[in-house]
T-cell receptor, first 113, second 113 residues
Framework: NAGVTQTPKFQVLKTGQSMTLQCAQD?????MSWYRQDPGMGLRLIHY???????DQGEVPNGYNVSRSTTEDFPLRLLSAAPSQTSVYFC????????????FGEGSWLTVV | DAKTTQPNSMESNEEEPVHLPCNHS???????IHWYRQLPSQGPEYVIH???SNVNNRMASLAIAEDRKSSTLILHRATLRDAAVYYC??????????????FGKGTKLSVIP
């Protein structure tokens, strides 16, 4: 019963490097999303997807790309890392049932130096 | 987007009930009220949700005001493991608002032994 799996859990990047945070869910959920959480703050939506092949921007999309080629996977790409992207990243998934539960991954801690 | 207002922090003695309030005066008729909690260094986890009627589950109870402009999460007997940040979130019935969730700073609950 894996739920939502994120990798890596910890990563240190140099400014300008690129990387991909992986997210996979095994619950056949249509909806997947990425959030970032800065110290002492709530979560802010980066990008989301309502199904394979469909993605859209959230509140803070700049500097990030996503794709959704399968129902299970929703990777988040940092194109050219900046210190302002130092944060904790959470992937989430849910089904389309009205009011359905949202499941979160355990988080990916990213530091950009 | 419909917003919620919660106190920044609350304290409770262990084994006593805790009432965590949330105001959502701009809630629409089809918004679901969700509560999630986040333990330190973990992703948010589902606690409870409801639409109009009060709800109970093994973790907590949710009391929803008759006009739906406020709700209260009730932990019947606080334990040290309940120390977390609790988020009250409105989730739309469908459409883009169904997954464009807005997380505030939540209420940080401290449990005193």
């Amino acid at each position: 019963n894996a739920g939502v799996t994120q990798t890596p859990k910890f990563q240190v990047l140099k400014t300008g490097q690129s990387m991909t945070l992986q997210c996979a869910q095994d619950m056949n959920h249509e909806y997947m999303s990425w959030y970032r959480q800065d110290p002492g703050m709530g979560l802010r939506l980066i990008h989301y997807s309502v199904g394979a092949g469909i993605t859209d921007q959230g509140e803070v999309p700049n500097g990030y790309n996503v794709s959704r080629s399968t129902t299970e996977d929703f990777p988040l790409r940092l194109l050219s890392a900046a210190p302002s992207q130092t944060s904790v990243y959470f992937c989430a998934s849910s089904n389309s049932v009205p009011g359905g539960t949202i499941y979160f991954g355990e988080g990916s801690w990213l530091t950009v130096v | 987007d419909a917003k919620t207002t919660q106190p920044n922090s609350m304290e409770s003695n262990e084994e006593e009930p805790v009432h965590l309030p949330c105001n959502h005066s701009t809630i629409s008729g089809t918004d679901y009220i969700h509560w999630y909690r986040q333990l330190p260094s973990q992703g948010p986890e589902y606690v409870i949700h409801g639409l109009t009627s009060n709800v109970n589950n093994r973790m907590a109870s949710l009391a929803i005001a008759e006009d739906r402009k406020s709700s209260t999460l009730i932990l019947h007997r606080a334990t040290l493991r309940d120390a977390a940040v609790y988020y009250c979130i409105l989730r739309a019935y469908s459409g883009a608002g169904s997954y464009q969730l807005t997380f505030g700073k939540g209420t940080k609950l401290s449990v005193i032994p």
